[in-house]
């Protein structure tokens, strides 16, 4: 069976949601308060049921991650006239984001700022030595083309199959 790689994203979270179950299941099963001089009765699960089952989830886990990471080195997405694997593709839009994050800060800078604290006799500025508009216009820039490539992004992310069966999840 295959699966879409956007499908495949979800799942691992799915997967990782289910393994952190899994986990405290199993600290719920391992122990029994009983009364002094009384045998432990069990009911549901055993510890080994669990332990079987999160061995599963976890052999699942590793797959499903090693076949996202092939499909984002083998596959491209195309952007500003280059071809990005798409793991190079993700790093660049994260990188993207920052950039806007930086920009946005400087175009909030005031041109001259009075800095007190500094001396009671003299009064100290602090001076912009860029034009902060320039960088609220770079910041607009900027973030359309972080959005733009996260849209190509997830676009790829709807036409890339990779072989897994998730027919015990989904």
């Known amino acids: 069976m295959t699966i879409l790689l956007a499908e495949a994203v979800k799942l691992k979270s799915i997967l990782l949601k289910k393994q952190q179950e899994l986990t405290h299941e199993r600290h719920r099963v391992a122990f029994k308060v009983i009364e002094k001089g009384q045998s432990p009765v069990r009911e549901g699960r055993t510890l080994a049921d669990v332990e079987h089952e999160l061995r599963l989830i976890r052999a699942d886990i590793r797959k499903l991650d090693r076949l996202v990471?092939?499909?984002n080195v083998r596959h491209t997405v195309a952007f500003d006239g280059q071809a990005f694997a798409i793991v190079e593709a993700i790093e660049l839009a994260k990188q993207l984001r920052m950039e806007v994050d930086e920009a946005k800060?400087?175009?909030?800078?005031?041109?001259?700022?009075?800095q007190y604290g500094y001396s009671e006799a003299?009064?100290?500025?602090?001076?912009a030595l860029f034009d902060p508009e320039h960088y609220r216009k770079q910041a607009d820039e900027l973030e359309k083309k972080a959005h733009k490539l996260s849209n190509l992004i997830n676009a790829k992310n709807f036409t890339v199959s990779i072989d897994f069966d998730d027919s015990r999840y989904m």
């Open 105 to 114: 800060e400087f175009a909030m800078a005031e041109q001259e700022e009075l």
């Open 122 to 127: 003299v009064q100290v500025y602090k001076v």
């Open 69 to 71: 990471y092939e499909a």
